[in-house]
């Protein structure tokens, strides 16, 4: 098709660009675009070999996701789904990635819950995410299919090919932008980058209810059955040569109220799926019936009805004098069949996978025969208690004896069911007149029929009736499947961070200041460290005026900028970079007023130590004039170049003040000094060594 002819090259670019969007470099980014590429060509190669390959039906997987081929069959959905699509556009433009996507072929009913990446999001009236890491980045529109699916107003002024004839008329669609975010956050926000999920829960086409005589969704089995009869894309059946009363019946049984173990009703029998236009109608009907019970077959007026539910009322009796031939075969034994069913079916609350639920066992047989395991796949069963219901009808099914019986013309009342929605029995009574030959009595369902107009003879396949395979109990729709485990969405923790100012000597006689952030240490999370920003802060015309945000260079927990001006505000935000699900949120750290002091202050005098009882008790007398505070040096040498800050004080200017340090050795010797410091962190000259052995 026409429209998918900028795809390979696009991805290419696409590729390329986001990769350089996620900070890699040019040569990286180009060679990341160019495998992309390679692998479009790869699946467009493959498409063509699948098209000259006989039709299969897409997997399940396959179906659910956005995929990067250039042709695949077209589906058709019914029921509730969770769809992807085909990528019918894929092309980057301004930090934009555009995708459209095919989801199904004719109208559906409505788009009602997007994901992306396995995860619901929100949009709002104008399809942006509401909330979460994907806020500020991907805008989703929709189109139902009931015009034209290519009709998007973003893509007709954006891109100047994407004219009139891409109108994908009758498709159902949705547009996805995705603006590209910067630096470290592209990862984050996009971390499968341009093969980022794109999914919706869809009600799928609207079905004819003859009950209602209206078209509207509907998940109800026999609807969805015969719409697919008479579909134009379906068995294409005249909707005259459908007997609605048999349907109307059918979707009445189907519509019955089934108490759920987890509390309330819900429908006996209900279809999920789709089909695709390259599948045999027959196997389209299989699946169908497999997951709801219900057949469609020729009736006696000659249109086709649908047949299920439960065992109906036998259509006939017949008896050893209208048999001429007859054929049994016992019970499944242990060298066929099977005595333990495996019962899968589409759960939506596993995220519309196929899933397992409690099989089905026969303890008795196991006990002799050891597991003989049959798998019982409902692809468009969406109930648990319908897959187990049916499941159990399966198991009787198929291990049960049956009978093929040659009759005469009475045969003939076998044909057909006596009432609509129910299963076809009759009444089998053979008692040989002459007493030789086995007696075979009881309520048996018509598998098949064939009547020979030469011969005058009905054959019927005929297998044993057990009602109590129809019985239900809530209890026996056993236990629902573990829940899916929560995303694992690592969260951010609190940062605790000191905006500050540090007065550094860039040369002799040359003091500049630096910003700095400080954060308290996360326990136990080697991953993490820190990010922050600043920019400048202006008062003018009654307003504030903020400059750009400017990196600052991190090590771990702190971050420091470069020079920055004297006098003048400046504001910091910061946040925490590690293994988290989406970027942490910044936290404004406030603002503060440069102030470089050049001025040192003067020195302490009247230094004096003392041992104290486990500590160092210092005291000495402040200078005369304006410091800022007091530090406290200590080293085991004379050098003051070697001593470590062990504390800070304050005082009042020419006043005597005290300092006890208790992070002593005991028996060592120590030297003290004292220095003043302004505001800026400029000191003074420091008064010392005090020395001291420890006790």
Same mark, same amino acid.
Request: charged share 20%; net charge negative.
């Given at each position: 098709?026409?429209?998918?002819?900028?795809?390979?090259?696009?991805?290419?670019?696409?590729?390329?660009?986001?990769?350089?969007?996620?900070?890699?470099?040019?040569?990286?980014?180009?060679?990341?675009?160019?495998?992309?590429?390679?692998?479009?060509?790869?699946?467009?190669?493959?498409?063509?070999?699948?098209?000259?390959?006989?039709?299969?039906?897409?997997?399940?997987?396959?179906?659910?996701?956005?995929?990067?081929?250039?042709?695949?069959?077209?589906?058709?959905?019914?029921?509730?789904?969770?769809?992807?699509?085909?990528?019918?556009?894929?092309?980057?433009?301004?930090?934009?990635?555009?995708?459209?996507?095919?989801?199904?072929?004719?109208?559906? /009913?409505?788009?009602?819950?997007?994901?992306?990446?396995?995860?619901?999001?929100?949009?709002?009236?104008?399809?942006?995410?509401?909330?979460?890491?994907?806020?500020?980045?991907?805008?989703?529109?929709?189109? &139902?299919?009931?015009?034209?699916?290519?009709?998007?107003?973003?893509?007709?002024?954006?891109?100047?090919?994407?004219?009139? &004839?891409?109108?994908?008329?009758?498709?159902?669609?949705?547009?996805?932008?995705?603006?590209?975010?910067?630096?470290?956050?592209?990862?984050?926000?996009?971390?499968?980058?341009?093969?980022?999920?794109?999914?919706?829960?869809?009600?799928?086409?609207?079905?004819?209810?003859?009950?209602?005589?209206?078209?509207?969704?509907?998940?109800?089995?026999?609807?969805?059955?015969?719409?697919?009869?008479?579909?134009?894309?379906?068995?294409?059946?005249?909707?005259?040569?459908?007997?609605?009363?048999?349907?109307?019946?059918?979707?009445?049984?189907? &519509?019955?109220?089934?108490?759920?173990?987890?509390?309330?009703?819900?429908?006996?029998?209900?279809?999920?799926?789709?089909?695709?236009?390259?599948?045999?109608?027959?196997?389209?009907?299989?699946?169908?019936?497999?997951?709801?019970?219900?057949?469609?077959?020729?009736?006696?007026?000659?249109?086709?009805?649908?047949?299920?539910?439960?065992?109906?009322?036998?259509?006939?009796?017949?008896?050893?004098?209208?048999?001429?031939?007859?054929?049994?075969?016992?019970?499944?034994?242990?060298?066929?069949?099977?005595?333990?069913?495996?019962?899968?079916?589409?759960?939506?609350?596993?995220?519309?996978?196929?899933?397992?639920?409690?099989?089905?066992?026969?303890?008795?047989?196991?006990?002799?025969?050891?597991?003989?395991?049959?798998?019982?796949?409902?692809?468009?069963?969406?109930?648990?208690?319908?897959?187990?219901?049916?499941?159990?009808?399966?198991?009787?099914?198929?291990?049960?004896?049956?009978?093929?019986?040659?009759?005469?013309?009475?045969?003939?009342?076998?044909?057909? @069911?006596?009432?609509?929605?129910?299963?076809?029995?009759?009444?089998?009574?053979?008692?040989?007149?002459?007493?030789?030959?086995?007696?075979?009595?009881?309520?048996?369902?018509?598998? &098949?029929?064939?009547?020979?107009?030469?011969?005058?003879?009905?054959?019927?396949?005929?297998?044993?009736?057990?009602?109590?395979?129809?019985?239900?109990?809530?209890?026996?729709?056993?236990?629902?499947?573990?829940?899916?485990?929560?995303?694992?969405?690592?969260?951010?923790?609190?940062?605790?961070?000191?905006?500050?100012?540090?007065?550094?000597?860039?040369?002799?006689?040359?003091?500049?200041?630096?910003?700095?952030?400080?954060?308290? @240490?996360?326990?136990?999370?080697?991953?993490?460290?820190?990010?922050?920003?600043?920019?400048?802060?202006?008062?003018?015309?009654?307003?504030?005026?903020?400059?750009?945000?400017?990196?600052?260079?991190?090590?771990?927990?702190?971050?420091?900028?470069?020079?920055?001006?004297?006098?003048?505000?400046?504001?910091?935000?910061?946040?925490?970079?590690?293994?988290?699900?989406?970027?942490?949120?910044?936290?404004?750290?406030?603002?503060?007023?440069?102030?470089?002091?050049?001025?040192?202050?003067?020195?302490?005098?009247?230094?004096?130590?003392?041992?104290? /009882?486990?500590?160092?008790?210092?005291?000495?007398?402040?200078?005369?004039?304006?410091?800022?505070?007091?530090?406290?040096?200590?080293?085991?040498?004379?050098?003051?170049?070697?001593?470590?800050?062990?504390?800070?004080?304050?005082?009042?200017?020419?006043?005597?003040?005290?300092?006890?340090?208790?992070?002593?050795?005991?028996?060592?010797?120590?030297?003290?000094?004292?220095?003043?410091?302004?505001?800026?962190?400029?000191?003074?000259?420091?008064?010392?060594?005090?020395?001291?052995?420890?006790?």
């Amino acid at each position: 098709m026409a429209i998918f002819s900028t795809i390979i090259g696009a991805i290419a670019y696409a590729g390329g660009y986001l990769a350089a969007a996620a900070g890699f470099s040019i040569a990286t980014a180009t060679s990341i675009g160019v495998a992309v590429a390679n692998a479009a060509v790869s699946l467009a190669l493959s498409a063509v070999s699948r098209a000259l390959a006989p039709s299969v039906s897409i997997p399940q997987s396959e179906i659910q996701a956005v995929i990067s081929q250039a042709s695949a069959p077209r589906r058709i959905y019914v029921g509730e789904n969770l769809a992807g699509g085909i990528r019918a556009f894929f092309e980057v433009k301004d930090g934009v990635l555009y995708q459209l996507v095919m989801v199904s072929h004719g109208e559906i /009913t409505s788009f009602e819950e997007c994901w992306v990446d396995s995860e619901a999001v929100t949009l709002d009236a104008s399809g942006d995410v509401e909330a979460g890491k994907l806020s500020e980045y991907v805008n989703v529109q929709t189109r &139902d299919g009931s015009t034209l699916g290519g009709d998007y107003a973003d893509l007709l002024a954006e891109f100047p090919t994407w004219d009139a &004839d891409r109108k994908l008329t009758n498709q159902a669609t949705f547009l996805a932008q995705m603006k590209a975010p910067q630096g470290n956050d592209f990862s984050k926000v996009f971390p499968k980058s341009y093969n980022t999920t794109l999914q919706w829960v869809i009600h799928g086409q609207a079905v004819y209810d003859p009950r209602t005589d209206s078209t509207t969704y509907s998940d109800n089995a026999a609807l969805v059955i015969a719409h697919f009869l008479t579909h134009e894309d379906g068995f294409k059946i005249d909707p005259a040569d459908i007997n609605w009363d048999s349907v109307s019946a059918m979707a009445n049984v189907a &519509d019955e109220a089934v108490p759920q173990l987890e509390g309330g009703t819900a429908p006996r029998l209900r279809l999920w799926g789709y089909w695709t236009l390259d599948e045999p109608p027959s196997d389209v009907l299989d699946r169908m019936h497999a997951s709801s019970g219900i057949r469609a077959y020729e009736m006696q007026d000659g249109r086709i009805g649908l047949i299920g539910g439960s065992f109906g009322t036998p259509a006939c009796t017949i008896t050893a004098k209208d048999i001429r031939e007859i054929q049994t075969s016992e019970a499944i034994s242990e060298r066929e069949g099977y005595n333990v069913l495996r019962v899968l079916h589409m759960d939506a609350s596993q995220k519309y996978t196929v899933t397992e639920v409690d099989q089905w066992r026969d303890d008795t047989r196991l006990a002799v025969e050891g597991e003989i395991v049959k798998e019982y796949e409902l692809t468009m069963c969406p109930n648990r208690a319908q897959a187990r219901r049916l499941a159990k009808e399966q198991f009787h099914d198929d291990n049960r004896a049956k009978v093929s019986i040659i009759t005469n013309l009475v045969g003939l009342k076998a044909r057909f @069911p006596r009432e609509h929605a129910q299963r076809h029995t009759i009444l089998l009574d053979y008692q040989p007149e002459d007493g030789s030959g086995r007696v075979i009595q009881g309520e048996y369902e018509v598998l &098949d029929h064939e009547f020979d107009p030469i011969e005058l003879q009905c054959r019927i396949d005929l297998a044993k009736v057990d009602r109590a395979s129809g019985e239900w109990t809530p209890e026996e729709a056993g236990d629902p499947p573990t829940p899916l485990p929560a995303s694992g969405n690592s969260e951010a923790p609190d940062i605790s961070a000191v905006f500050s100012q540090r007065v550094v000597q860039a040369s002799a006689g040359n003091r500049i200041a630096v910003l700095e952030v400080d954060t308290v @240490p996360i326990s136990g999370r080697s991953d993490i460290v820190i990010e922050a920003q600043y920019r400048t802060v202006t008062e003018a015309g009654g307003g504030t005026i903020y400059g750009p945000w400017i990196d600052m260079q991190a090590t771990g927990y702190t971050a420091q900028s470069g020079a920055v001006e004297d006098g003048r505000d400046y504001n910091a935000q910061a946040r925490f970079d590690g293994v988290f699900y989406e970027p942490d949120a910044w936290e404004n750290l406030g603002s503060i007023t440069v102030q470089i002091d050049a001025t040192p202050p003067g020195a302490p005098s009247e230094l004096f130590a003392a041992n104290g /009882t486990g500590r160092v008790n210092l005291n000495w007398r402040n200078p005369t004039g304006e410091f800022y505070e007091i530090r406290i040096y200590r080293s085991e040498t004379a050098v003051f170049g070697d001593a470590a800050l062990v504390g800070t004080t304050g005082g009042v200017s020419g006043q005597i003040s005290e300092f006890s340090d208790d992070t002593i050795t005991a028996a060592t010797e120590y030297n003290y000094w004292v220095a003043a410091a302004n505001v800026s962190g400029v000191e003074g000259t420091p008064a010392g060594p005090a020395n001291i052995t420890t006790t």
